[in-house]
């Protein structure tokens, strides 16, 4: 079950009930947080939902947010994930 979809400019974020992520759309820097770093003119796309794994997997997420190149999550104890283009510090580090 999905509880909350976010979208970018050419990418979403989908929240499930159980705290995982997916997403899909346009993979440049790294805003699908799948671990593709690709160059900006570069075009990589992922046409339906893929599962965030890595340093999110094992985290209970409890709300998500989409940028023009960015996202961004928070999970169960308020601590803030941000990934995708960091450019005029967009994802805060």
């Known amino acids: 079950v999905i509880r909350q979809v976010a979208a970018g400019t050419k990418h979403s974020v989908a929240l499930s009930a159980e705290g995982q992520l997916y997403t899909w759309g ?3 820097n790294g805003r699908l947080g799948l671990g593709r770093m690709l160059k900006t003119d ?17 985290t209970r997420v409890t709300y998500i947010a989409a940028g023009e190149a960015h996202s961004g999550a928070v999970d ?16 805060g580090h």
Do not use: I, M
Request: glycine share 20%; hydrophobic share 30%; aromatic share 12%.
């Open 26 to 28: 346009h993979g440049a």
């Open 42 to 58: 570069s075009y990589n796309a992922e046409f339906e939902p893929v599962l965030l794994k890595g340093s999110l997997e094992d």
């Open 76 to 91: 169960q104890l308020g601590g803030l994930y941000t990934w995708g283009q960091g450019a005029h510090g967009r994802c």
